[in-house]
């Protein structure tokens, strides 16, 4: 079966720290991989998807880059932390471009 | 644009009734739909999607939801809500077109159910 592995589970930055949250998915290939922030608890922002290796599609500017370095690892990073950068973030995966969505536990950043 | 409303942002019920959970959508031909479900401080849950056939979807722990092409609706229902049903629940849609298709979420609605 497929799972989805996301850490850490919690961080605690201070403001121009870097950061690097990792999500792996066992048990498929070539998945599609997604970042998603939730703020206040509610509305989900898509930040990146990749649909394969090195391929990265941001959703919106932001100080925040995403990676796919292995089919099935994805990683986000900021070179310089913003205060509004805080929030939960959640990776997830689908097996194609149309299925749903398979979310991580979350990774829940706060930046002081 | 595709879009998805939740129109309301609470839901409470009793304990042993049924429950709705509304979700109405707007997007390019055919949708595919989708219900999630979010404890607190977790990640989402699939719980049951509409990709096209029948138009009662069954899910995931009793939860079934309709598809209502000329409302263009998918509510969330449930005969008999449990207390450890009380969560946060998204819906979603994705145009079901070639390629890559974004998914968008709507904003969610908070179930309490009472006991």
């Known amino acids: 079966s497929q799972t989805i592995h996301q850490w850490p589970a919690t961080l605690v930055q201070p403001v121009g720290s870097p950061l690097s949250l990792e999500c792996t998915v066992e048990g498929t290939s070539n998945p599609n991989l997604y970042w998603y922030r939730q703020a206040a608890g509610r509305g989900l922002q898509l930040l990146f998807y990749?649909?394969?290796?090195?391929?990265i599609s941001s959703e919106v500017p932001q100080n925040l880059s995403a990676s796919r370095p292995q089919d099935r690892q994805f990683i986000l990073s900021s070179k310089k932390l913003l205060l509004s950068d805080s929030g939960f973030y959640l990776c997830a995966w689908s097996g194609t471009s149309k299925g749903e969505l398979f979310f991580g536990e979350g990774s829940r950043l706060t930046v002081l | 644009a595709q879009s998805v409303a939740q129109p309301e942002d609470q839901v409470n019920v009793a304990e042993g009734n049924p429950l709705t959970v509304k979700c109405t959508y707007s997007v390019s031909g055919n949708p595919y739909l989708f219900w999630y479900v979010q404890y607190p401080n977790r990640g989402l849950q699939f719980l049951l999607k509409?990709?096209?056939?029948?138009?009662l979807v069954k899910g995931s722990y009793g939860f079934e939801a309709e598809f209502n092409k000329s409302q263009t609706s998918f509510h969330l229902k449930k005969p008999s809500a449990l207390v450890s049903d009380s969560a946060l629940y998204f819906c979603?849609?994705?145009?079901?077109?070639?390629?890559?298709?974004?998914?968008?979420f709507g904003t969610g609605t908070k179930l309490q159910v009472i006991p």
């Open positions: 509409y990709i096209t056939g029948d138009n």
């Open positions: 990749s649909v394969g290796i090195g391929q």
């Open positions: 979603a849609v994705r145009p079901n077109s070639g390629g890559y298709q974004k998914v968008t």
